[in-house]
């Protein structure tokens, strides 16, 4: 269930009357595409082969990354984050957004041209490899390295909840590439992208609370050889790219945010309207009505901040403070609203197999994945 407004707050100040036009056909195609198969990939806890070919066919995993047409790509992640299965959306935004704008940003032409025509195709699945059990918001202290052999580089580690990662074509990996030097991890590390069907190359499944379409997993480089065009950027200054990517994800996330929101606000107003409660509807009860007001002011505010983040980045102009409080406030409000629907709904809400618990589940891995709340609102005090 959508918010039945295509528009409404942020629409009107950032976007053109014919981004309505593609907002329309953007829901279709996600209705046609996504919503039928859904159920079917949360069993599976993966997107299937063909979702993703049919997905890169519609265009939907090669929309623009940065200019202008960001602004489309701020409307895709609204509208797949109104869907209501987040871990659909998460897979999908760390292929066609979060894994694949390393490539955008540092790749060589090499790269690009290797990976990416595959990517928008939804033939080659790509996955993020960064986090491990020591280095999660704080990615100093990496266990995985990659060092020089004879022939090239060896990589050996293993890398955690890595979304997409039974099928993962390519994974964009971190690894400390060189001895620290009295700083740690991340002054000395470097990104490489590694061939998911390489020699040494493992996966297993990490089954979450939520998220089950998300495909995540345990990853596991045992002497993984590469050659020195599968680093991204600069050798040793993973540092220098993490910092504007970073950015670049806690937006995507955020809009992705936003648009479940909606979807969450728009289950609640239906149930409050449906369900009777001493013989009259839910929502005529003050206390329902006040809550639900709540969270509509908090959600048109924080949709109008996505859609100023995303104009932002359209123009060159994202900043990390905007993209961490667009992240921070987004996911932390969806967590709020979810929890609200649940309330709600009682004890049907509370059953395992209930869309409020899936809402619920998939929502409390928000303010966690993509940076703690408790990192960003460090980042958000550091840049007052």
């Given amino acids: ?48 082969r063909s979702g993703w070919r049919s997905l890169g066919e519609a265009g939907l995993l090669s929309l623009d990354h940065a200019g202008p047409g960001f602004l489309h790509s701020a409307i895709f992640l609204e ?44 033939r080659l699945i790509a996955a993020l490899a960064l986090t491990e059990s020591t280095a999660g918001s704080d990615l100093r202290d990496l266990a995985t390295r990659v060092y020089a052999t004879e022939s090239g580089y060896r990589v050996q580690g293993e890398k955690l909840y890595v979304a997409n990662g039974s099928q993962a074509d390519f994974l964009i990996t971190l690894a400390a590439s060189r001895p620290p030097r009295g700083c740690s991890g991340l002054g000395a590390a470097s990104l490489l992208v590694v061939d ?31 050659g020195a065009g599968q680093f991204v950027g600069r050798p040793d200054r993973a540092i220098l790219h993490l910092v504007q990517a970073l950015d670049f994800e806690r937006l995507v996330a955020g809009l992705l945010a936003v648009g479940g929101v909606g979807h969450c606000l728009a289950l609640l107003h239906a149930f409050v309207r449906e369900h009777h409660v001493k013989g009259v509807p839910l929502g005529a009860h003050q206390a329902v009505r006040h809550r639900i007001a709540e969270l509509e002011s908090s959600y048109e505010l924080v949709r109008f901040y996505g859609y100023r983040a995303a104009w932002l980045q359209a123009n060159g102009r994202l900043d990390t403070r905007t993209a961490s409080v667009l992240k921070l406030r987004a996911t932390e409000l969806a967590v709020t609203a979810a929890q609200t629907c649940l309330q709600f709904h009682g004890a049907r809400g509370y059953a395992a197999d209930a869309v409020a618990a899936r809402l619920y589940r998939d929502a409390m891995a928000g303010p966690i994945a993509g940076g703690a709340s408790e990192l960003l609102r460090d980042l958000v005090y550091e840049t007052t």
């Fill in 1 to 48: 269930m959508r918010r039945d407004d295509p528009g409404g707050p942020g629409h009107a100040d950032f976007l053109a009357a014919d981004h309505d036009g593609f907002r329309t056909r953007v829901r279709a195609l996600l209705d046609s595409l996504v919503s039928a198969n859904a159920e079917d990939w949360e069993s599976e806890r993966r997107i299937s």
């Fill in 79 to 122: 509208e797949l984050g109104g869907l209501g299965f987040g871990g659909i959306r998460a897979s999908v935004a760390v292929h066609a957004y979060m894994a694949t704008s390393y490539l955008h940003m540092f790749g060589t032409e090499e790269q690009r041209q290797r990976y990416l025509p595959g990517a928008r195709q939804g």
């Fill in 196 to 226: 998911g069907d390489a020699a040494g190359v493992s996966r297993h499944p990490e089954p979450m609370l939520g998220w089950h379409s998300a495909d995540v997993c345990r990853v596991r480089l045992t002497d993984v050889d590469i």
